[in-house]
Protein backbone atom coordinates (compact mmCIF):
# COMPACT_ATOMS: atom_id res chain seq x y z
CA UNK A 1 0.00 0.00 0.00
CA UNK A 2 0.93 3.67 -0.14
CA UNK A 3 0.34 6.31 2.69
CA UNK A 4 -0.56 9.68 1.19
CA UNK A 5 -0.39 12.74 3.21
CA UNK A 6 -2.24 15.90 2.03
CA UNK A 7 -1.89 19.35 3.58
CA UNK A 8 -4.16 21.13 4.02
CA UNK A 9 -6.86 18.96 4.66
CA UNK A 10 -9.47 21.60 4.23
CA UNK A 11 -9.37 25.60 3.62
CA UNK A 12 -12.24 28.73 3.26
CA UNK A 13 -9.98 31.08 0.62
CA UNK A 14 -10.83 35.01 -0.07
CA UNK A 15 -11.95 34.71 -4.37
CA UNK A 16 -8.26 35.90 -6.40
CA UNK A 17 -6.35 34.44 -4.12
CA UNK A 18 -4.07 31.06 -4.63
CA UNK A 19 -3.51 27.76 -2.96
CA UNK A 20 -1.05 25.78 -2.69
CA UNK A 21 -1.55 22.14 -1.71
CA UNK A 22 1.22 19.61 -0.55
CA UNK A 23 0.96 15.94 -1.57
CA UNK A 24 3.61 13.72 0.46
CA UNK A 25 3.43 9.88 -0.16
CA UNK A 26 5.61 7.16 1.73
CA UNK A 27 7.78 6.13 -0.79
CA UNK A 28 8.94 6.87 -4.31
CA UNK A 29 6.85 7.04 -7.44
CA UNK A 30 7.29 7.75 -10.81
CA UNK A 31 3.58 9.60 -11.18
CA UNK A 32 1.84 11.96 -8.82
CA UNK A 33 -2.05 12.05 -10.44
CA UNK A 34 -4.21 15.42 -9.34
CA UNK A 35 -7.87 15.14 -9.28
CA UNK A 36 -10.84 17.34 -8.38
CA UNK A 37 -13.98 16.13 -7.33
CA UNK A 38 -17.21 19.04 -7.08
CA UNK A 39 -19.62 19.02 -4.87
CA UNK A 40 -21.88 15.90 -5.95
CA UNK A 41 -19.84 15.08 -8.53
CA UNK A 42 -17.21 12.48 -9.60
CA UNK A 43 -13.48 13.00 -9.94
CA UNK A 44 -12.09 14.92 -12.87
CA UNK A 45 -7.96 14.45 -13.66
CA UNK A 46 -6.04 17.84 -13.67
CA UNK A 47 -3.17 16.43 -14.46
CA UNK A 48 -0.21 14.47 -14.22
CA UNK A 49 3.07 15.10 -12.71
CA UNK A 50 6.20 13.06 -13.70
CA UNK A 51 9.31 14.12 -11.54
CA UNK A 52 11.54 15.91 -13.81
CA UNK A 53 9.70 17.42 -16.20
CA UNK A 54 6.25 19.43 -16.87
CA UNK A 55 3.20 18.42 -15.34
CA UNK A 56 0.73 16.93 -18.23
CA UNK A 57 -2.53 18.41 -17.97
CA UNK A 58 -6.06 17.33 -19.15
CA UNK A 59 -8.65 18.98 -21.67
CA UNK A 60 -10.06 22.17 -20.07
CA UNK A 61 -6.78 22.58 -17.53
CA UNK A 62 -4.11 24.82 -17.79
CA UNK A 63 -0.82 25.29 -16.22
CA UNK A 64 -1.80 29.01 -15.19
CA UNK A 65 -4.55 28.00 -13.37
CA UNK A 66 -3.39 25.02 -11.80
CA UNK A 67 0.34 24.93 -11.57
CA UNK A 68 2.35 22.19 -10.37
CA UNK A 69 5.56 21.01 -8.96
CA UNK A 70 7.08 17.86 -8.45
CA UNK A 71 10.43 18.44 -7.11
CA UNK A 72 11.13 15.04 -5.98
CA UNK A 73 9.73 11.22 -5.85
CA UNK A 74 7.56 11.62 -2.91
CA UNK A 75 6.17 14.59 -3.18
CA UNK A 76 3.82 17.21 -5.47
CA UNK A 77 2.12 21.19 -5.24
CA UNK A 78 -0.72 21.34 -7.06
CA UNK A 79 -1.58 25.32 -6.49
CA UNK A 80 -5.02 26.84 -7.38
CA UNK A 81 -4.42 30.47 -8.48
CA UNK A 82 -6.82 33.10 -9.13
CA UNK A 83 -9.70 31.34 -7.19
CA UNK A 84 -13.35 31.89 -7.81
CA UNK A 85 -16.34 30.16 -6.33
CA UNK A 86 -16.31 27.79 -8.94
CA UNK A 87 -13.12 26.41 -7.85
CA UNK A 88 -14.77 25.29 -4.48
CA UNK A 89 -13.81 21.40 -4.78
CA UNK A 90 -12.18 18.57 -3.42
CA UNK A 91 -8.74 18.00 -4.59
CA UNK A 92 -7.33 14.92 -4.51
CA UNK A 93 -3.84 13.40 -4.97
CA UNK A 94 -2.96 10.08 -6.02
CA UNK A 95 0.36 6.83 -6.78
CA UNK A 96 -0.72 3.80 -8.41
CA UNK A 97 1.67 0.83 -7.57
CA UNK A 98 1.55 -2.48 -9.21
CA UNK A 99 -0.69 -4.97 -7.82
CA UNK A 100 -0.24 -8.35 -9.89
CA UNK A 101 1.04 -9.09 -13.62
CA UNK A 102 -0.79 -5.84 -15.65
CA UNK A 103 -2.32 -4.36 -12.81
CA UNK A 104 -2.41 -1.68 -10.75
CA UNK A 105 -4.20 -0.18 -7.69
CA UNK A 106 -4.30 3.47 -6.97
CA UNK A 107 -4.16 5.05 -3.31
CA UNK A 108 -5.62 8.75 -2.96
CA UNK A 109 -4.80 10.80 -0.05
CA UNK A 110 -7.66 12.32 2.04
CA UNK A 111 -8.11 15.53 0.04
CA UNK A 112 -8.62 18.49 0.46
CA UNK A 113 -12.01 20.62 0.83
CA UNK A 114 -11.58 24.04 -0.72
CA UNK A 115 -14.49 26.83 -0.15
CA UNK A 116 -14.06 30.09 -2.18
CA UNK A 117 -16.21 32.89 -0.79
CA UNK B 1 -15.34 10.52 -21.35
CA UNK B 2 -15.51 7.81 -19.09
CA UNK B 3 -16.71 4.27 -21.44
CA UNK B 4 -19.09 2.68 -19.32
CA UNK B 5 -22.30 3.09 -18.07
CA UNK B 6 -23.66 2.01 -14.78
CA UNK B 7 -27.24 2.53 -12.70
CA UNK B 8 -27.00 5.62 -10.67
CA UNK B 9 -28.24 3.94 -7.73
CA UNK B 10 -28.93 0.46 -6.01
CA UNK B 11 -30.10 -0.93 -2.89
CA UNK B 12 -29.16 -4.14 -1.14
CA UNK B 13 -30.39 -5.30 2.34
CA UNK B 14 -27.90 -6.01 5.01
CA UNK B 15 -26.06 -9.74 4.53
CA UNK B 16 -27.24 -10.11 1.49
CA UNK B 17 -25.10 -10.36 -1.72
CA UNK B 18 -24.97 -7.19 -3.55
CA UNK B 19 -25.19 -7.27 -7.56
CA UNK B 20 -23.56 -4.20 -9.29
CA UNK B 21 -23.69 -4.59 -13.30
CA UNK B 22 -21.82 -2.49 -15.44
CA UNK B 23 -21.59 -1.80 -19.75
CA UNK B 24 -18.54 -1.17 -21.57
CA UNK B 25 -19.51 -2.02 -24.77
CA UNK B 26 -16.89 -0.65 -26.88
CA UNK B 27 -13.90 -2.23 -24.45
CA UNK B 28 -10.94 -2.44 -26.40
CA UNK B 29 -8.54 -5.72 -26.26
CA UNK B 30 -6.04 -4.34 -24.41
CA UNK B 31 -8.18 -2.64 -21.69
CA UNK B 32 -8.50 -3.88 -18.18
CA UNK B 33 -12.33 -3.27 -16.29
CA UNK B 34 -11.51 -1.91 -12.82
CA UNK B 35 -13.87 -1.19 -9.70
CA UNK B 36 -13.50 1.37 -7.04
CA UNK B 37 -15.63 2.53 -4.30
CA UNK B 38 -15.69 6.39 -2.49
CA UNK B 39 -16.91 6.36 0.70
CA UNK B 40 -18.40 9.83 1.96
CA UNK B 41 -15.75 12.17 2.58
CA UNK B 42 -12.80 9.70 1.51
CA UNK B 43 -10.64 8.91 -1.25
CA UNK B 44 -11.48 6.14 -3.70
CA UNK B 45 -10.56 2.67 -2.65
CA UNK B 46 -9.38 -0.11 -5.08
CA UNK B 47 -11.95 -3.20 -5.04
CA UNK B 48 -10.46 -5.37 -7.82
CA UNK B 49 -9.75 -5.85 -11.53
CA UNK B 50 -9.89 -7.69 -14.61
CA UNK B 51 -9.30 -8.66 -18.32
CA UNK B 52 -11.26 -11.59 -19.20
CA UNK B 53 -11.13 -14.22 -16.42
CA UNK B 54 -13.85 -13.65 -13.44
CA UNK B 55 -11.99 -12.79 -10.51
CA UNK B 56 -11.98 -12.87 -6.51
CA UNK B 57 -10.35 -11.23 -4.01
CA UNK B 58 -11.35 -10.95 -0.36
CA UNK B 59 -13.43 -7.93 -0.95
CA UNK B 60 -15.55 -8.73 -3.75
CA UNK B 61 -15.90 -10.42 -6.91
CA UNK B 62 -15.68 -9.80 -10.45
CA UNK B 63 -17.76 -11.67 -13.19
CA UNK B 64 -16.58 -10.32 -17.33
CA UNK B 65 -19.28 -11.73 -19.51
CA UNK B 66 -17.57 -13.58 -22.54
CA UNK B 67 -17.60 -10.76 -24.87
CA UNK B 68 -15.90 -8.55 -22.39
CA UNK B 69 -18.40 -5.61 -22.81
CA UNK B 70 -20.55 -6.13 -19.53
CA UNK B 71 -19.62 -7.02 -15.85
CA UNK B 72 -20.91 -7.14 -12.74
CA UNK B 73 -19.33 -6.49 -9.40
CA UNK B 74 -20.54 -9.05 -6.36
CA UNK B 75 -20.21 -8.05 -2.71
CA UNK B 76 -21.58 -11.15 -1.49
CA UNK B 77 -22.33 -9.91 2.19
CA UNK B 78 -22.85 -6.58 2.28
CA UNK B 79 -22.61 -4.72 5.44
CA UNK B 80 -24.32 -0.96 6.40
CA UNK B 81 -20.43 -0.30 5.31
CA UNK B 82 -19.67 -0.99 2.15
CA UNK B 83 -22.72 2.03 1.36
CA UNK B 84 -20.84 4.01 -1.23
CA UNK B 85 -20.43 5.40 -5.05
CA UNK B 86 -18.82 2.68 -6.77
CA UNK B 87 -16.91 3.16 -10.09
CA UNK B 88 -16.32 0.83 -13.21
CA UNK B 89 -13.46 2.14 -15.01
CA UNK B 90 -11.44 0.50 -17.67
CA UNK B 91 -8.53 1.65 -18.61
CA UNK B 92 -5.63 0.06 -21.41
CA UNK B 93 -2.40 -1.55 -20.10
CA UNK B 94 0.44 -2.01 -22.21
CA UNK B 95 4.12 -1.62 -22.11
CA UNK B 96 5.52 0.90 -20.59
CA UNK B 97 2.39 2.65 -20.51
CA UNK B 98 -1.00 2.69 -18.21
CA UNK B 99 -3.87 4.36 -19.25
CA UNK B 100 -5.80 7.06 -17.04
CA UNK B 101 -8.19 6.30 -14.36
CA UNK B 102 -11.46 7.81 -16.29
CA UNK B 103 -14.54 7.92 -13.42
CA UNK B 104 -17.83 7.96 -14.72
CA UNK B 105 -20.77 8.98 -12.48
CA UNK B 106 -20.52 5.49 -10.81
CA UNK B 107 -23.46 3.78 -8.57
CA UNK B 108 -24.61 4.97 -5.25
CA UNK B 109 -25.03 1.98 -3.53
CA UNK B 110 -27.35 1.95 -0.03
CA UNK B 111 -26.99 -0.85 2.18
CA UNK B 112 -30.30 -1.07 4.37
CA UNK B 113 -30.61 -2.70 8.09
Known amino acids: SAVISQKPSRDICQRGTSLTIQCQVD?????MFWYRQQPGQSLTLIAT?????????ESGFVIDKFPISRPNLTFSTLTVSNMSPEDSSIYLC??????????????FGQGTRLTVV | DAKTTQPPSMDCAEGRAANLPCNHS???????VYWYRQIHSQGPQYIIH???NNETNEMASLIITEDRKSSTLILPHATLRDTAVYYC??????????????FGQGTTLQVKP
Open chain 1, 94 to 107: SVERRVRAGGTEAF
Open chain 1, 27 to 31: SQVTM
Open chain 1, 49 to 57: ANQGSEATY
Open chain 2, 26 to 32: TISGNEY
Open chain 2, 50 to 52: GLK
Open chain 2, 89 to 102: IVRVHGSGNTGKLI
